[in-house]
């Protein structure tokens, strides 16, 4: 059975750093990209990163350029996103998300509209909330 299990939101003040991580089972996660979409209250739901099967690419959306940092540990089914000088406009829940009907290993056009809907995996999300 695959499962992606997120943890690491919580509650920072703005300016802060936060670490999510993605627990990733039943699948053998070198052969995947996987994304962080997130979606705020009344918003829909945006591509944060990527990180390609082999780490080589990544993708950042503009919003989060030079503060966040996806990573990934092939060895321990895991992937990380380090989430450095936090903002208000941050506040979420976040989501890890793999393509497995595709095979998807690139992250080729994830920052495209209704790039969400061909994820076929998705975490159960963790909430990421940014206020003083």
């Known amino acids: 059975q695959v499962q992606l299990v997120e943890s690491g939101g919580g509650l920072v003040q703005p300016g802060g750093s936060l670490r999510l991580s993605c627990e990733t089972s039943?699948?053998?996660?070198?052969?995947?990209?996987i994304g962080w979409f997130r979606q705020a209250p009344g918003k829909e739901r945006e591509g944060v990163s990527c990180i390609s099967s082999n780490a080589r690419s990544t993708y950042y959306a503009d919003a989060v350029k030079g503060r966040f940092t996806v990573s990934r540990d092939n060895a321990k089914s895991m992937i990380y996103l380090q989430m450095n000088t936090l903002k208000p406009e941050d506040t979420g829940v976040y989501y890890c998300?793999?393509?497995?009907?595709?095979?998807?290993?690139?992250?080729?056009?994830?920052?495209?509209?209704?790039?969400?809907?061909?994820?076929?995996?998705w975490g159960q999300g963790t909430q990421v909330t940014v206020s003083s």
């Open positions: 998300v793999a393509d497995l009907i595709r095979f998807r290993h690139s992250c080729s056009g994830f920052g495209s509209p209704g790039a969400a809907s061909e994820y076929d995996y």
């Open positions: 039943g699948i053998f996660l070198d052969d995947y990209a």
